[in-house]
């Protein structure tokens, strides 16, 4: 059975000129809010499904054809312009340590505002998954 799950990450860089953010969206072996772990492998997995399901939900929503599940990021996100957008995703990549970094171009004023008041101050990322208990050391 698959599980829904939700981590937050907190944004690291801020450029108000450019009204960029930069923070990790996933981070390995790190206990979220679930008290769930990822691997650095499926961290790499999950960012490339995410990036493709993302190009993905482009097309369909552009075509006005949302027949698969990459559509529900499109309206979960609102990534696109002309759909209600926050903002663009502009860099993405694994870091050295097996952290995923997103650097997402914030678009909507509304958005901003709440970055630069410190009520958004950070990514969220959730999804679904098996639960694999994790085994305690001792």
Do not use: C
Request: aromatic content about 10%; hydrophobic content about 35%; charged content about 30%.
């Amino acid at each position: 059975m698959s599980e829904q799950f939700k981590a937050y990450f907190d944004i690291q860089k801020v450029d108000s000129v450019k009204r960029i953010v930069y923070g990790k969206a996933l981070v390995p072996d790190k206990v979220d809010f679930q008290k769930d772990t990822i691997t650095k492998e499926d961290i790499e997995e999950t960012a490339h499904n995410f990036l493709i399901n993302l190009q993905k939900a482009y097309v369909e929503l552009l075509n006005g054809n949302q027949k698969t599940r990459a559509s529900e990021i499109g309206f979960m996100h609102k990534v696109f312009k002309g759909v209600g957008g926050f903002g663009y995703i502009v860099e993405s990549y694994i870091d050295q340590d097996g952290s995923w970094v997103l650097a997402t171009k914030i678009s909507d004023s509304r958005v901003w505002d709440m970055i630069e008041k410190g009520e958004i101050t950070g990514y969220s990322v959730g999804g679904r998954g098996k639960r694999i208990p994790i085994e305690e050391v001792t």
